[in-house]
């Protein structure tokens, strides 16, 4: 049986700001947002709110910019 989970790792913990490489998954803290800027030039760049809980998958972004909250991300 597969337990879900997600990984912890070095330097992609307790983000509160600042632009990142965009990892695979995402997971929420504290509430709060980022901006997504995709591989993709001609997608303009997404704003991201989350609650605290919440994972969301990312896939095809190239950077994260968190503007609010607290973030773990994961490569997995």
Partial sequence: ???PVFSLQP???NL???TH???SVIHCNADGGF???WTNPNVPPTDVTMTVGQ???IYEADTIEITSGDF???RQ
């Fill in 1 to 3: 049986m597969a337990l």
């Fill in 11 to 13: 330097g992609l913990l």
């Fill in 16 to 18: 509160t700001g600042g």
């Fill in 21 to 23: 490489k965009a990892e």
């Fill in 35 to 37: 901006t997504l800027t």
């Fill in 55 to 57: 994972d969301f998958a």
């Fill in 72 to 74: 773990h991300m994961s």
